[in-house]
């Protein structure tokens, strides 16, 4: 069974609490942000897309209630003076229960369906209990708080990892091939995504809160009961979606009417504007496309340039070149910032990433070389759109999966200061929020917000 | 800043040839023009830029000023600006070219001659009247029809008015005496190429591609009297100096009329086996190969006839009924060629649509060919080395079995 | 050009269709009998054709760029560029060129027949290096057709000369003249070409009307994709004929009656009276998913009031007329003032003027990968817009009739972020307005 993406929005409520969504369906991510009626932000959810953009949209959404409600159980905890010392402390630690809470449930599911795919195969089904046994020993440590959060969130990325790195151990230690253990993974992944289980706040949040609880310091009866009537508060006043809007690149999948669809142009050009009211240009590299983008000092668009049908230069590029070197996309980044000089990269055809790659690695390159020469070539594309859409004038925000990439980021920094710094007393400023991924959803929640007649930015208060 | 230029020994010993291309080198592919900017230094006058793949340099120099041929950036410029003016489908080197002008490279040329060379170099006129209101800017409409009283007389009417204009520029308006003077000039050099020419013909192992390349291509860039001085230094030197042949192939390379491939793909064909024997590189300073000047015809009309009479047969230009194919047939025959590279830049529409009418022509003939696209900054060299070189084998093989 | 694309759509047909649809069928019956009737036939350009001067000979025009566009439409071109690709014709090339040349390597037509072998290629060569090459390559092919080359100078200083125009004169009497009285065996009729002319200044009369109804709100016409059909007569066999002032008279009528009503044309959703956006176009259109682009424009409500592709055959509204009373100079200005023909700032200028005389709210900017003539400065045309008329531009890219390079998703994308900024602008400038006078 698969969500239909026509079951949104899940709750019917006519009474609630009043929220406005934006979703935003990306290429390799979809997004979704909740805000409340005074623009400010409730909650965030992340998904991969998958093939599967209904479920991607729905897990995202549904990510973001589950954040919007922490948060508001945050601020219903931080009213109460009794609790209000005890938040910054409670609140991770709330969350980092419920996560621990939705990793055990997909691991059970993900435990479960492997064994029915093993079923009869008795080497292989022991190899899987012994590679189950430990991811679950494993889980519990992963999200006890003395550990950093696992960088990529997403329960494919972070289970199928610990999964991986066990099976080649334990594959060898019983003479199990470790393709056929990694096969019943990759054929269990898809389904354990595709299959319907409550991860909801409402039906998980009194067992993390009792979790947490119970890990926070001596429990005391009078924080515990002025937490469980907060929650209590929280549960009885559901969320209720007054509007939610949609874009990116699977906006046109989303059951919305047509004024509830916009283009992640403009929702990319009014969520950066509400994140740093002063930029005047957004440049936004993703998976597969590259947009230049200039607002006015409301956040309109008033002009944008995309790259052409060719993807090159874009996030995926990053993608095929981790690929090549057998890395994660993620370690691109921080190996280029190693460079002690940058191999001239021309062309950033991800048809030819390959073959110059392997051209430059052949004439003795480093890797780091020729990965911070990559970066720049990514960025000398972004560069040329930014200058057919208008240049860079004042603040510039750089949005998208790429802007996390500190490589990336050092790149546009340095070619904006060379084609556009001249002359200045001081560097143009560029932004980059730490959570620049969501800043189409962003802007699509504040679309949302703002109606139907969908009206220019105006006197919204902005975070 | 303006770094000297030395185009002449300095020493009394004779310079070897590579020392030459290798001053040649720095002269020619210096994106910056400082030889150009050295030059109106030293004589307070004005140069005029010209685009491939023709600009009629000796009313140029006949009105005092120094004509230079902009090729491109080449591998030598990162291009950011120009791609906003250039979509993907479109060859580089209108892209470079407009780089380097906003950079500010051109600042140094004082005017711009575009000829019609293709829509792209064409439009690119209009682009510089836009966004450089303050140079002169020509568009040189070649004719195609070729009468005497039609075509020949349209065109030497242009190149008058081109002369008046560049005259008010300079104060120096050319009559016919001083362009007699300055063609003389120039068929001085026309002459020394076409030695050049033909020791590569004779003993193509004394004058590598790359070193011949260079030498031209400074020509773009120097007067053209100390152009002849360098091409004169280098036949000697080239002829005394001490080369053994190799077991090459020797071929003709045909379609970089406009934009120039990097100097490190006409190296790799040479290592992968191919002696260049001949070339339309570097077209814009050697369109017209021939003598200019004419018994008894005047200055301007010997330069308009040379046009329509004696300029190469190129894509360019319009020749009906296969004039280019049987050209190229014999071309291969008097320079003794075993084969033809058809090099063109990726997204030419002339070079690119004239290849399968060449190819026709030369299986016709029995001449091996084989093909490639490249642009100014193509980096990927392998693939070239590769193909080459097995072009290259196959024409030895052939012609040895034969 | 074809009408293949109203026949999919339940979409009244009105008189004007029917009979141009009657007027272009008649015509290439005539093409395919030409062997058996013996009529000759010459092969020319769109821009800068010499109708008239044809006609005045009996001889059959036939113009390749047509032909390419119509294969489109009919989903053929694919294929026959693949042919021209196997041929050895790179990828990168114009893919008009290809796809005529495909077609008659297969042995095919536009409408399915093959056309008759030229008995002259007539090279008018106006604006487009391109055409040169095509006519090389076509000679390859019929090695027998006599070929006359006429060398339209380019506009680059935004003005004809009497030198330019005394080139174009001198190579009409003594190129073209006399490769037509050699083909067909007749002496130039000078008073018939007179006739014709006369005939052809009442169609563009009519003609200009048609478009400049794009002015009206709502406009009454499609001045982009719809003008692609009130263009096909004029710029193609029909000038100087009675088939075509008849023809005209009819478009003129109904847009005029159209206007009156307060109806918007008719598109591939239907007639669209409500228009929300008004916009100019530069380009030429996509020929391989023509429809499905309209579409796009319908769907948002957008109409095309002018575009620069409809004067590719001449800039009749800026007051060019054919002139009996001096036909060689007519026809040579009318080559010289083809809107192929103009320099990029003259360009420029005409599509500002269009967005201030038609009112538009915006202006876009269509892109193809095989015309260079048209695309190679487009850039800077719409930053240079953008500035002289206040007004933002979109850029959209694809191609002539390659189907490879029509990225709807792509397109879609940027066409429907283009109309929500112009609303969400109007929206914002509406709102200041209100701020200033409450």
Redesign the interface.
């Known amino acids: 069974m698969t969500y239909a993406i026509s079951d949104m929005p899940p709750r019917a409520a006519t009474h609630g609490f009043p929220c406005f969504v934006g979703i935003d369906l990306g290429s390799t991510t979809s997004k979704a942000v909740v805000l409340d009626e005074d623009g400010r932000i409730l909650g965030r959810g992340i998904t991969n897309s998958r093939s599967n953009y209904d479920l991607a949209c729905r897990i995202a959404r549904d990510e973001a209630f589950v954040d919007a409600q922490m948060t508001r159980l945050a601020r219903e905890l931080a009213a109460d003076p009794v609790v209000e010392p005890h938040v910054s402390v409670l609140r991770p630690s709330v969350e980092r229960s419920f996560r621990y809470r939705q990793h055990v449930r997909q691991l059970a599911t993900l435990r479960r369906v492997c064994f029915e795919l093993a079923a009869g195969q008795g080497t292989l089904e022991g190899a899987l209990a012994a590679i189950f046994d430990e991811m679950e020993r494993e889980a519990e440590t992963m999200f006890s708080g003395l550990r950093p959060r696992p960088s990529s969130e997403f329960f494919r990325d972070v289970a199928g990892g610990q999964f991986q790195a066990l099976a080649e151990k334990i594959a060898a230690e019983r003479r199990v091939p470790f393709e056929t253990v990694v096969g019943v993974l990759d054929r269990a992944m898809p389904r354990v995504e595709n299959e319907p289980d409550d991860l909801s706040f409402e039906g998980n949040a009194r067992d993390a809160l009792g979790r947490a609880l119970g890990r926070y310091a001596k429990r005391s009866d009078v924080l515990s009961a002025a937490v469980s009537a907060a929650l209590d508060r929280v549960i009885a006043e559901p969320p209720f979606v007054v509007r939610s809007v949609g874009t990116g690149y699977g906006r046109a999948r989303l059951p919305f009417p047509k004024e509830q669809i916009r283009s992640e142009i403009l929702c990319h050009g009014l969520g950066a504007h509400a994140t740093f009211p002063q930029t005047r240009t957004v440049l936004d590299i993703g998976g597969q496309d590259t947009k230049a983008v200039q607002v006015d000092a409301d956040g309109v668009v008033t002009g944008f340039q995309m790259n052409d049908r060719c993807a090159a230069g874009c996030g995926r590029y990053l993608g095929y070149v981790a690929d090549e070197m057998g890395l994660g996309v993620h370690e691109l980044g921080p190996l280029a910032a190693q460079a002690s000089h940058r191999v001239r990269i021309s062309s950033t055809c991800t048809v030819f990433a390959g073959a110059e790659l392997r051209d430059r690695l052949a004439l003795g390159e480093k890797r780091e070389d020729i990965l911070a020469g990559l970066h720049r070539a990514i960025l000398l594309r972004a560069m040329s759109l930014l200058a057919r859409s208008g240049g860079v004038r004042e603040e510039l925000t750089f949005t998208g999966g790429v802007a996390s990439n500190q490589a990336a980021v050092a790149a546009l920094r340095e070619l904006v200061d060379e084609h556009y710094g001249e002359g200045r007393s001081e560097p143009l400023r560029i932004n980059v929020s730490p959570d620049s991924i969501f800043t189409g959803a962003r802007g699509a929640a504040l679309f949302a917000l703002r109606g139907p007649a969908a009206g220019p930015a105006r006197g919204e208060k902005m975070s | 800043m303006a770094t000297p230029v030395s185009t002449q020994s300095t020493s009394s010993a004779p310079r070897r040839p590579e020392e030459i291309a290798k001053a040649c080198e720095a002269i020619a592919f210096d994106v910056s023009f400082a030889p150009v900017r050295a030059w109106k230094e030293r004589t307070g006058r004005k140069a005029i830029g010209f685009l491939p793949i023709y600009g009629p340099r000796e009313i140029v120099t006949a009105a005092g000023m120094l004509p230079v041929a902009v090729m491109g950036g080449g591998?030598r410029v990162?291009?950011?600006?120009?791609?906003?003016?250039?979509?993907?489908?479109?060859c580089q080197l209108?892209r470079s070219t407009i780089e380097l002008a906003l950079g500010g490279q051109l600042d140094v040329l004082d005017g711009m001659l575009?000829p019609?060379t293709?829509?792209?170099l064409?439009?690119?006129?209009?682009?510089w009247?836009?966004?450089f209101p303050d140079k002169l800017v020509?568009?040189l409409?070649f004719?195609?029809?070729h009468?005497p009283?039609?075509?020949m007389?349209?065109w030497e009417?242009?190149l008058r008015a081109l002369a008046h204009d560049l005259g008010a520029l300079s104060g120096i308006v050319p009559d016919e005496t001083a362009l007699a003077r300055s063609i003389a000039l120039y068929d001085e050099n026309r002459a020394l190429l076409a030695s050049l020419d033909a020791l590569r013909v004779e003993a193509p192992h004394r004058a590598p591609i790359a070193e011949v390349y260079a030498l031209v291509r400074a020509g773009a860039v120097l007067p053209v009297e100390e152009h002849s001085v360098l091409v004169r230094e280098y036949i000697a030197a080239a002829k005394a100096a001490d080369r053994a042949p190799r077991d090459h192939a020797r071929v003709l390379v045909v379609g970089a009329f406009c934009e120039q491939p990097p100097i490190g793909l006409l190296v790799t064909l040479e290592r992968a086996g191919c002696y260049v024997v001949g070339d339309d590189l570097c077209l814009a300073t050697r369109l017209v190969g021939e003598q200019v000047a004419t018994e008894g015809v005047p200055p301007f009309a010997s330069l308009a006839r040379a046009w329509v009479e004696k300029a190469r047969p190129t894509?360019?230009r319009?020749?009906?009924?296969?004039e280019k194919g049987r050209w190229l047939v014999d071309r291969c025959r008097a320079l003794r060629a075993d084969g033809v590279v058809l090099a063109?830049p990726?997204?030419?529409?002339?070079a690119?649509?004239?290849?399968?009418?060449l190819?026709?022509a030369l299986d016709r003939a029995g001449i091996p060919h084989t093909c490639f696209?490249y642009a100014e900054?193509?980096?990927?060299l392998?693939p070239i080395y590769e193909q080459a070189g097995t072009f290259s084998d196959s024409i030895r093989l052939f012609t040895e079995a034969a | 050009m074809s009408t293949r694309d109203t026949e999919g759509g339940h979409v009244p047909k009105e008189p004007s269709m029917i009979k141009q649809k009657e007027l272009l069928s008649a015509y290439y019956d005539r093409l395919v009998a030409a062997p058996q009737t013996g009529q000759k036939v010459v092969y020319t350009f769109v821009p800068g054709n010499l109708t008239e001067l044809l006609l005045a000979f009996d001889v059959l025009p036939v113009l390749p760029e047509i032909n390419a566009l119509q294969s489109a439409m009919r989903g053929r071109s694919g294929d026959f560029i693949a042919e021209a690709e196997r041929a050895g014709h790179s990828e990168d090339v114009c893919s008009y060129v290809k796809c005529d040349l495909g077609m008659l390597r297969a042995k095919s037509g536009p409408t399915g027949k093959p056309l008759p072998p030229p008995d002259l290629l007539l090279l008018s060569y106006t604006g487009c290096f391109t055409f040169m090459k095509w006519f090389e390559l076509l000679k390859q092919e019929f090695p027998k057709a006599e070929v006359a080359m006429l060398h339209v100078p380019y506009q680059a200083d935004g003005v004809v000369t009497p030198e330019m125009r005394q080139y174009v004169l001198a190579q009409l009497r003594e190129e073209v003249v006399p490769k037509l009285e050699r083909i067909t065996g007749k002496k130039l009729d000078e008073d018939r070409l007179r006739e014709l002319m006369e005939k052809s200044a009442l169609a563009e009369d009519d003609f200009v009307a048609v478009l400049e109804a794009g002015k009206k709100k709502p406009s009454p016409i499609d001045g982009y994709f719809g003008a692609v059909f009130y263009i096909a007569p004029l710029f193609s066999a029909f000038r100087g004929t009675d088939d075509g002032v008849a023809y005209y008279r009819l478009l003129r009528e109904e847009v005029e009656q159209r206007a009156a009503e307060g109806r918007g044309p008719i598109t591939p959703l239907g007639q669209l009276d409500d228009q929300r956006i008004r916009l100019v176009v530069e380009g030429p259109p996509c020929w391989t998913s023509f429809r499905e682009l309209w579409s796009m424009f319908a769907a948002e409500k957008a109409v095309v009031v002018a575009s620069t592709y409809c004067k590719v055959g001449g800039l009749y509204d800026t007051g060019f007329r054919h002139d009996p009373r001096r036909p060689f100079d007519s026809l040579a200005d009318y080559c010289l003032g083809c809107y192929t023909n103009l320099s990029l700032p003259s360009r420029t200028d005409l599509v500002a003027r269009y967005v201030r005389e038609y009112q538009a709210d915006g202006f876009l900017v269509h892109s193809v990968k095989s015309c260079n003539s048209f695309s190679a400065g487009q850039l800077l045309m719409l930053r240079s817009l953008e500035k002289k008329t206040g007004v933002p531009g979109g850029f959209l890219e694809s191609d002539l009739v390659d189907p490879r390079y029509f990225s709807g998703a792509n397109v879609k994308n940027r066409l429907e972020s283009y109309f929500q900024m112009l609303l969400a602008r109007r929206g914002a400038a509406a709102e200041r307005a209100a701020e200033v006078t409450p």
């Open positions: 591998d990162e291009i950011v600006r120009g791609d906003a003016y250039f979509q993907s489908y479109l209108p575009f019609a293709c829509d792209v064409r439009n690119l006129s209009g682009m009247r836009m966004s020509r568009y409409d004719p195609h029809d009468r009283l039609v075509g007389r349209f009417n242009d894509a360019s319009y020749l009906p009924n296969e063109a990726s997204f030419c529409d002339p690119l649509l004239e290849q399968p009418m190819q026709t696209k900054n193509t980096a990927q392998q």
